[in-house]
């Protein structure tokens, strides 16, 4: 290991090595990935001779493999070798958390329950027997296990590396105590800058003694400014986390590899500098060296030139000697030309007569052939065997008799006697016969022998049979006799042959004697012609001298005059290289500084980094640098970007930064590109060559060991958070080398090939990952997210190509033609000057191939930069065509990166690039065209917008559709698009409302301090300097009057503030900082007039039913867009899907439509239809696919490979889901969302509702049926809308639907259509519609009370003729219902529906002041945090805040300090009572002070063992974590609350009423027998048990039954000091608070409430038991009393208030009495 032992490092190696120096010494390091643990522990394990134990995690490794493990483990450290041992774990090895139960077990005890069998241990056992009995330990079993695991413990130590990044640590710390309190914990902090700086200093040494650095100096600058680099991320991680809330991690690791990188770097950039300073010098010195030749070849062609004239006129000379000599020659040689004719026709005729003869000849060769092959076959035994015979036969006499007349020429036949003397010396005999001449045989010889050779026996066969001399000697006289008769013939041609060779062979002879004399000719000839070749040679070879000398002079000229130009540019080029060589230190040291931390961050971060912190810093320490460097220019040329586009990649500047990291980075590449702009270019990049797959593919690790085997290249997509720990070697390059060259990996226990060529790119398809430091310090993160400047030159050409694909695809072909010729030019200048830096000096002007190349290549160049130029014209030309259709590509880029931010609002709201190109295509299909281009982009940008509004509006919940209309407004006014002037300073008060500190209130009266604080904020801004003072002392109750206004944004200001009514959004700010609760209808209204056509896109879709919305969202599904219906209470799309497809396509459920609900087991079943309907086109229905979130991820590859086949035309999916964050952003992304939730406000749920009925079914209606159908759209759309009242409005939340509006329309036609009845049944109808239909829903008695009190209303005979429809508003405002009309007329007559108000409902205007004020803080909270940055708030400096921990010891010391010794001695008061003293209220207080002690025994009993937990005495558990962190956020304990009173308060103010209660419990306990003259009754735990004492002590004094009593309130106007003894037939109470109303002492009765007066303080009520009465008072309102203002399920009792209005009105205001408040 190559270590630097800074201080920090020395120190965490003494520390584990003393760790594990002692027995059971176990250590915990905790520091991030990267920091130096695992490498220091092992050093540490090495000082202390410890063997070190690893387990190596792979795919398959489980808790039996880990128990193996630890089987080996075990045996290592007791049995072979049974020495010390350290086991290093890392987090990253912990695959299953169940590994930490051996962990923990073997830490805490060293016993692992069944890690070995029985018979296992009893092997073991006996191994350490003899050992025990030595150590003292008992000779049993119990001794030998003892000393077993003693031993274990003492000699394994375990080392656990854990990041303290996220809740893993925390949790396991937790669940696992013997992690923290059986091990050391050594924490490694992030390194201190002398750290950073030593290590540099130690690694950037070797570059002094390389001599790239000229002195130590430089090196220790460049150390400082590496460790300043490496500091300032670390504050830049912060700031990236706070304002766009992306994590990102620098750990020492990352420092190190920018060491590595920047020494590499630096090196090789030096090397080509220097390379290059060569090659340009040797170039120049070339041309210098030719240009001071060209004077010397003049003078040497001068001399040259003389030279050529001699030689010219010596070879004259020859050339006439030569002529005349030829001249003879000539003669002669035609003389003897006769001669030879003659000759070779004499040759000819010979050779004729010759081969005449040869012919004939050849007929007798034959013949005589034969003869002497039968003379070869005589042999002396034969001949004497012919000679013996006495008696010859007679044929071999004949035959002796026909060789004696060819040999002796005998006259007549001889006798045998004279045969046997002819042979008697058989060797002469056979030497005459081959002697014979057969050429000359006598005439008469010949006809002697012919008469013998015609006897029949006389041929060789027959012979043989009498004698083999014999017949031989026949066949050599047949065949000597045949030759000779031809011979004879041929006799006389062979004279003429003769005569005719002899005449041929003296006219050769005589030729002969004329050849010789031409031949001496011929030889004087080529004496003289040598002569003159050498002459005429030496001339031509003085003329090329002189040639040579002449072109030699010419190419020096055009070397000279050709690169005279590249001479200056060169010799300036040489001078820069020089000067760059040390500015290269600060150049690479920038450059690689980007390369290794730069790639996560946005552009806005990385500028502020690289341009004014590090840059700043090199120059600071004078580190040589060039002026106004940029890394991009260092790590690529203008060549290397041009190609980069080519290939696909945007032409943006974080583009261009993000190719040049990955191109550079020296780890591997993880892009985090959720919109594919960064894969789609490696892949095109690559192309075949790239292997690609993702880690939801089956066999996937065996791809990736061929690709490391082979040196592919190879991309992982679609990477999770995590990473498989398996490929932990290959990230972290753990490459081992073997030998020479050979090279290994392990992965997953496995050793594999290591190929160089190997490499990897990783992509991440999520927006916003959070990676582990230890992947951050092994991969360079790279931020591929689109930029906006990138997306709109996207946007903008694919306008152009819809619009003008002409003008697009020229620009595309320019654009290309540009970069190819910015390629091609670097490549013929780096040509240019290889050629001739490679030349040889001596002989360049030699090389014309060289030379005519340099010209070329120069000529090329030329034409290239002119055809440059050209280009250039020609893309102003077309930019500026283009340029026109540059608004619309801004504005896609704008809502693009306006949708992408919604999903921080909700995870569901997941939009992918590709689907919002899909539906920008779409808007520019759907746009009206026009010749004129200026209009036609103002539609285009129209429709464009309207387009992906409604598209993703759609898919929004109520509650956010206002924050997108806001996003986009506030866009809009950003970029100067609307009418206002946008004001950095008003638009961020209106964000963050900031407030005030310690300011006094003059206006406490009526205005709360919170709103004054904000209305001094707002005076700091210049237009409002004066408003405070003018509230303040000008005009404050006209500033009253307008603060209590109902609808102040339609009230004018007082003073010269009412011209801010021109200026709508500076009014927005006086809401924010007065009436917050008005701010967002203020808002909508300034959207509806700001915003072009802000009608539409406030009320977009309002008038339309789901149905509708549905039909006209699936012409936009295709066979890859599913559908998906996110799901809120009472929403069921099902209906609305199966009613379109039985329009659509006859849709019939098990024949062309699956509907599967997911659940245990469905998941089968949904894989099968799924697949059923990709082949056949069935529709697919996925209901609830949130409940199985890890199916979903199997079903987002399902869709995958869906695409990749491509589906059936007609197969379509439909998903739903409640919103939840397992859903794969994936599915999201390509599914066009909806919500079927009913729109926000009245008016748009009546449009919804009303839409529900078709115009046709409408109209076919009885006026009757017509009026009761509005009143109930109308009813539906006050249900729906009542909600947002919260308690006021409902106990519960109910699900209604738009389904139950339609099946009560359903039973209002069948029950009145087929009645003849003249007369309405209001009471059944008010029956189904308020008890069945829409009572089915309500659960709470009181609810349905509320709404059976809205049917009374509506329905009624008033109706038919006109009643108004807002109840009971008494003339505050009013909306008469419609006459009976068309439906044209009904739609007419929703739209004059008044501004929304909650007397719409029944209800006082202050009703809404909550859920208002509430929205408003949401949406603004919401719209910060999208706009980026924290709210506002006080001033102050935040580094002086408290952290949350210490925030919660302070307030877990001040709570344990005010309850601590509080507690309430009941037993000794109960026994201080008799049982006769022990009445009703007795019991019921003892009870509360016993519920009081329970709580406050909790509370002391936590908050103690927390106080332990903050002192590090006891370990932090969940439940002390839940505690400290409520105790941080004013938030109640879950126990407090579980044993505590029904509450809303924060933390802070249920201290306070704590004390109250106590206090009043702490008075009754010092006198028990009496009970207080007024209780209050809210500052109990149970006020029940009090009123049902109440009952119990009436039944006691009258003997009435209890379940038949009831208690009756009656209100005082009394005050509780004002009660002097306490009531005889009951007991006063206090503690009541009036909500929705208030009540009139003077008259005793409830009246409307004050303007923002939300709760009233009741008098004292006296409460009785009396008889339950069925009896109404009508001047009696029942209301409800409620613990708390959430009201259920902490209702008390019922109480009865006097009431002059009918009481109904107060049953739709919501009234009830609440006794906790919270005030």
Not at 829 to 849: G, H, M, R, V, Y
Not at 1082 to 1087: G, L, N, R, V
Not at 1598 to 1620: A, S
Request: glycine share 6%.
């Amino acid at each position: 290991m190559n270590l630097v032992l800074f201080d920090d490092a020395i120190n965490h190696v003494c520390r584990i090595s003393r760790i594990t120096d002692n027995p059971c010494g176990h250590a915990l390091l905790v520091g991030v990935g990267g920091s130096g643990k695992q490498s220091l522990a092992r050093l540490a394990s090495f000082i202390n001779t410890l063997d070190l134990l690893q387990i190596l995690v792979n795919q398959s490794y489980g808790m039996d493999a880990l128990k193996l493990d630890l089987q080996e483990f075990y045996k290592k450290a007791v049995i072979k070798p049974g020495t010390g041992q350290a086991f290093l774990m890392t987090d990253g090895q912990i695959a299953n958390e169940k590994f930490l139960v051996y962990i923990n077990d073997m830490l805490s005890s060293g016993v692992i329950p069944d890690l070995f069998s029985r018979e296992e241990y009893d092997g073991l056992l006996g191994g350490v027997r003899n050992a025990a009995k030595a150590s003292g330990y008992a000779d049993d079993r119990d001794g030998h296990f003892a000393f077993f695991i003693d031993k274990f413990r003492r000699n394994l130590h375990y080392i656990l590396c854990h990041s303290p990044v996220g809740d893993d640590f925390r949790i396991r710390g937790r669940k696992f105590p013997a992690l923290i309190s059986c091990t050391v914990v050594d924490e490694f902090m992030a390194w201190p800058r002398d750290a950073l700086d030593g290590v540099a200093r130690r690694f950037l040494i070797d570059l002094v003694t390389g001599g790239n650095f000229q002195d130590e100096d430089t090196l220790g600058v460049v150390a400082a400014n590496m460790a300043e680099v490496h500091l300032s991320i670390e504050g830049a991680n912060k700031r990236y986390l706070e304002l766009e809330r992306r994590n990102n991690y620098c750990t020492p690791k990352s420092f190190l590899e920018l060491i590595s990188f920047y020494m590499k770097m630096l090196t090789s950039k030096q090397a080509d500098v220097l390379q290059n300073c060569e090659r340009l010098e040797k170039g120049l010195a070339i041309m210098e060296q030719v240009q001071s030749k060209v004077e010397g070849l003049k003078e040497d062609l001068k001399i040259t030139m003389v030279q050529v004239e001699e030689k010219k006129a010596a070879t004259a000379v020859l050339i006439e000697q030569v002529t005349k000599a030829s001249a003879v020659a000539a003669e002669e040689k035609a003389a003897a030309d006769i001669e030879a004719e003659k000759t070779n026709k004499l040759a000819s005729d010979a050779a004729a007569l010759q081969k005449e003869a040869d012919g004939e000849l050849s007929e007798a060769m034959p013949a005589m052939e034969a003869a002497a092959e039968a003379v070869n076959c005589l042999d002396k035994m034969s001949i004497g065997e012919l000679k013996g015979f006495g008696k010859p036969p007679p044929e071999c006499v004949d035959v002796c008799a026909c060789a004696a007349f060819l040999l002796k020429n005998e006259k007549k036949r001889m006798e045998w006697k004279a045969a046997q003397k002819m042979m008697a010396n058989p060797a002469a005999f056979i030497d005459e016969v081959k002697a014979f001449n057969a050429n000359e045989i006598p005439e008469n010889t010949l006809k002697e022998c012919d008469a013998l050779i015609a006897l029949p026996f006389f041929n060789y066969d027959t012979m043989k049979s009498k004698s083999t001399a014999a017949a031989n000697l026949a066949n050599w006289a047949i065949n000597c006799v045949k030759y000779h008769k031809i011979y004879v013939k041929v006799a006389p041609l062979m004279a003429k042959v003769e005569e005719a060779t002899r005449t041929k062979n003296e006219a050769e002879a005589s030729l002969a004697i004329v050849l010789a004399k031409v031949a001496a000719i011929e030889e004087e000839c080529a004496k003289l012609d040598k002569k003159l070749n050498g002459a005429v040679a030496e001339k031509e070879r003085v003329e090329a001298q002189a040639a040579s000398c002449l072109e030699k002079l010419g190419l020096a000229e055009r070397l000279v005059n050709g690169l005279a130009d590249e001479y200056k540019r060169w010799t300036k080029t040489v001078a820069e290289l020089k000067d760059l060589t040390q500015k290269l230190i600060g150049n690479s040291l920038l450059a690689s500084a980007f390369v290794g931390y730069i790639s996560p961050f946005s552009m806005t971060f990385r500028l502020g980094l690289w341009k004014e912190q590090w840059t700043a810093d090199i120059k600071e320490r004078g580190i040589p640098i060039t002026d106004g460097i940029d890394p991009l220019k260092v790590l690529a040329t203008d060549a290397d970007m041009a190609g980069w586009q080519n290939e696909g990649l945007p032409s943006d500047r974080i583009s261009l930064e993000n190719a040049a990291v990955v191109t550079s980075c020296s780890r591997w590449p993880l892009m985090i590109d959720p919109q594919l702009q960064g894969v789609k270019w490696i892949k095109q990049r690559l192309g075949e060559d790239l292997t690609i797959l993702q880690f939801t593919m089956n066999n996937w690790l065996k791809k990736v060991i061929a690709c490391i085997q082979m040196g592919n290249q190879l991309l992982i997509e679609a990477v999770g958070q995590e990473i498989d720990a398996i490929l932990e070697p290959v990230l972290s390059r753990a490459v081992i080398k073997r030998g020479r060259t050979a090279m290994i990996i392990k992965i997953g226990g496995e050793e594999i090939d290591y190929d160089p060529k190997f490499q990897l790119y990783m992509q991440c398809k999520l927006p916003n990952p959070h990676y582990r430091p230890e992947i951050a310090a092994q991969c360079t993160i790279i931020n591929f997210i689109v930029t906006p400047e990138g997306l709109e030159d996207q946007i903008l050409a694919m306008v152009v190509n819809v619009e003008k694909p002409e003008l697009e695809q020229k620009k595309q072909e320019l654009v290309r033609q540009q970069n190819d010729f910015m390629v091609t030019l670097s490549q013929l200048e780096a040509a240019l000057l290889s050629q001739l830096s490679e030349a040889d000096p001596a002989t360049i002007l030699d090389n014309i191939p060289l030379i005519e190349g340099l010209e070329k290549t120069k000529a090329t160049s030329k034409e290239i930069g002119e055809q440059v130029k050209a280009a250039q014209i020609t893309e102003v030309e077309i930019n500026t065509s283009r340029e026109l259709y540059r608004p619309v590509a801004a504005e896609g880029s704008m809502l693009f990166f306006l949708i992408i931010q919604l999903c921080f609002i909700e995870h569901m709201y997941q939009y992918s690039l590709d689907s919002f190109v899909n539906f920008l295509y779409k808007a520019i299909d759907r746009t009206e065209t026009t010749e004129d281009l200026e209009e036609r982009t103002k539609r285009l940008i129209v429709m464009i917008r309207m387009t992906i509004f409604r598209w993703v509006n759609r898919g929004l919940f109520e509650r956010h559709k206002l924050i997108l209309c806001a996003l986009l407004t506030f866009k809009l006014l950003q970029k100067g698009a609307l009418s206002e002037e946008f004001n950095p300073a008003h638009f961020n008060f209106l964000l963050r409302a900031p407030m005030a500190v310690g300011a006094e209130n003059p206006l406490a009266e009526w205005l709360p301090s919170k709103n004054w604080n904000l209305v001094l904020k707002l005076s700091d801004l210049e237009e409002f300097d004066n408003f405070s003072s003018n509230m303040e002392k000008d005009a404050p109750t006209r500033f009253k009057e307008w603060f209590n206004e109902v609808a102040p944004e339609d009230v004018k200001l007082p003073l010269d503030w009412k011209r801010l009514d021109s200026q709508p959004f500076q009014k927005l700010l006086v809401l924010r900082a007065l009436r917050p609760d008005r701010c967002c209808s203020a808002m909508a209204d300034w959207i509806r007039v700001a915003l072009p056509n802000g009608r539409d896109y406030m009320d977009c879709d309002g008038s339309l039913s789901f149905a509708a919305i549905l039909e006209n969202s699936f012409e936009d599904s295709t066979t890859t867009t599913p559908i998906f219906f996110i799901l809120s209470p009472g929403a069921d799309p099902v209906k609305e899907v199966e009613a379109m497809g039985r329009r659509l396509i006859q849709l019939q459920l098990g024949t062309n439509y699956w509907n599967v609900a997911m659940g245990q087991g469905q998941d089968v079943i949904a894989m099968a239809k799924l697949d059923m309907g990709h082949r056949e086109g069935h529709w697919v229905m996925l209901q609830n696919i949130h409940l199985m979130p890890g199916w979903c991820k199997e079903l987002e590859k399902k869709l995958d490979v869906f695409a990749a086949e491509n589906s059936h035309v007609n197969f379509r999916l439909f998903l739903s889901a409640d919103p939840s964050k397992g859903i794969p952003i994936g599915i999201l992304e390509r599914s066009i969302k909806l919500t079927n939730e009913p729109p926000q406000g009245m008016l748009a749920n009546l449009r919804r509702s009303f839409a529900l009925f078709s115009k046709e079914d409408f109209e076919d209606r009885d006026a009757k049926v017509k009026s009761i159908l509005f009143a109930m759209c109308h009813f539906h759309a006050l249900m729906l809308e009542r909600k947002k009242f919260g308690p006021m409005g409902y106990n519960m939340m109910y699900p209604f639907s738009a389904g139950d509006l339609r099946d009560s329309a359903q039973v209002l036609y069948n029950y009145l259509e087929g009645s003849s009845a003249v007369k309405i049944p209001w009471d059944d109808l008010r029956y189904l519609f308020g008890d069945i239909m829409y009572g089915g829903h309500i659960v709470d008695d009181w609810d349905r009370r509320m709404s059976q009190k809205y049917l009374l209303y509506f329905l009624r005979d008033e109706l038919l003729d006109e009643i108004d429809m807002i109840p009971y508003a008494e003339g505050k405002l009013s909306w008469p219902s419609p006459q009976p009309a068309g439906h044209e007329k009904y739609l007419e007559h929703i739209e004059t529906m008044p501004a929304e108000s909650p007397l719409f409902f029944g209800m006082h205007p202050n009703a809404e002041i909550n859920f208002r004020t509430t929205q408003c803080n949401q949406v603004f909270e919401m719209l910060t945090s999208l706009s980026g940055g924290g709210g506002g708030g006080g001033e102050g400096d935040e580094g002086d805040a408290m952290s949350p921990m210490a925030v919660a010891q302070m307030v877990c010391d001040d709570v344990l300090e005010e309850v601590g010794e509080k507690r309430f001695p009941t037993d000794d008061v109960g026994r201080g009572m008799s049982e006769e003293e022990k009445g009703p209220y007795q019991f019921v207080f003892l009870q509360e002070c016993e519920y009081m002690n329970g709580l406050l025994y909790e509370m002391v009993k936590g908050l103690s063992e927390l106080r332990l937990g903050f002192k590090g005495e006891l370990t932090m558990s969940e439940v002390m974590e839940d505690m400290a962190q409520c105790l941080y956020s004013e938030k109640l304990p879950v126990w407090w609350v579980k044993l505590g009173f029904a509450s809303t308060r924060p933390l802070r103010s249920w201290r306070i009423s704590l004390q109250e209660r106590y206090q009043q419990l702490d008075d009754w306990i010092n006198d028990p027998l009496n009970i207080p003259k007024v209780v209050d009754i809210s500052k109990l735990f149970n006020p029940q048990s009090f009123l049902t004492a109440i009952k119990q002590l009436c039944c006691q004094n009258q003997g009435l039954e209890l379940d038949r009593l009831q208690v009756f309130t009656e209100v005082t106007k009394k005050e509780p000091k004002q009660i002097e003894s306490i009531s005889k037939d009951g007991a006063f109470v206090c503690g009541m608070y009036l909500e929705g109303a208030r009540w009139d002492m003077a008259q005793n009765s409830l009246e409307d409430s004050k303007p923002k007066e939300m709760f009233t303080a009741m008098p004292v009520v006296l409460c009785k038991a009396g008889m339950v009465s069925d009896k109404v008072d009508k001047n009696s309102f029942v209301c409800p009393v409620y613990c708390v203002p959430t009201r259920r399920p902490y209702f008390v009792f019922p109480a009865q208030l006097r009431t002059k209005a009918p009481p109904e009105k107060w049953v739709l205001a919501g009234v009830a009495m609440i006794l906790d408040v919270g005030l």
